[in-house]
């Protein structure tokens, strides 16, 4: 994501879901390398969560004045470029129209909005119904699906090879993942463990292990 915003032009990201494992992730990165990070959650527990880890900027979306404070954190920011994790419904084009009225601020009207390009990237889909967007954060924008693997193929061997090279590197600090528990294929197929991975509870990740069980 970090890449991304860089070869795009990009000075500063928006995230959703940001208390999952791999959000929690992005805040360390984004820290070390001095990215400023808006990451938008759903509760006030995960916002506690993230700023407990040092995020600077933390958006509760079931807060009454959530859009107020997105506009906000994304001004402070001037982040341009947003992921995704959700998909559906309406957070991605709040996320867009918040950009848009940070841009606005002291420009001259245009009817069709500012000059500032606004890209969303979709990598998930934690809600599987419809992408909802209200269009009013002008027409310098873009709205597309992003994976790794295409993207690892564009920036070529080496580009590719250093960004797994710090991610070796960091294993155990920047990208430490936390576990439940640990699980064996057989366990996987447990009606009960199912039901307790398949929530997809912040910090409740389990990792399955093939080797786990076998004589």
């Not at 991605?92 to 918040?98: D, F, K, R, T, V």
């Not at 940070?102 to 992408?131: M, V, W």
């Not at 909802?132 to 002008?138: A, C, D, I, S």
Request: charged share 20%; net charge neutral.
């Amino acid at each position: 994501m970090v890449e991304t915003m860089r070869r795009e032009g990009h000075s500063a990201l928006v995230h959703t879901a940001a208390a999952s494992n791999l959000g929690q992730m992005l805040v360390r990165i984004c820290k070390a390398d001095g990215v400023p990070l808006v990451n938008v959650v759903r509760s006030a527990t995960q916002e506690k969560l993230l700023r407990d880890q040092g995020a600077e900027w933390v958006v509760d979306s079931s807060d009454p004045a959530f859009f107020e404070k997105l506009v906000e954190a994304v001004a402070a920011t001037g982040a341009t470029l947003a992921f995704d994790a959700i998909g559906g419904g309406k957070q991605g084009s709040q996320i867009l129209s918040a950009m848009e009225i940070a841009a606005s601020r002291g420009a001259a009207y245009s009817r069709y909005g500012s000059n500032t390009f606004k890209q969303l990237y979709i990598y998930g889909g934690l809600d599987t119904g419809p992408t909802e967007l209200t269009r009013n954060f002008g027409f310098s924008w873009g709205v597309n699906g992003f994976l790794l693997t295409p993207f690892l193929a564009k920036i070529g061997a080496d580009a590719a090879q250093k960004l797994r090279q710090r991610v070796a590197s960091e294993l155990k600090t920047t990208f430490a993942s936390h576990y439940t528990a640990e699980i064996g294929l057989a366990e996987a197929l447990d009606i009960e463990t199912l039901r307790a991975y398949a929530r997809r509870a912040t910090g409740e990740k389990y990792l399955i292990n093939p080797q786990k069980g076998l004589a």
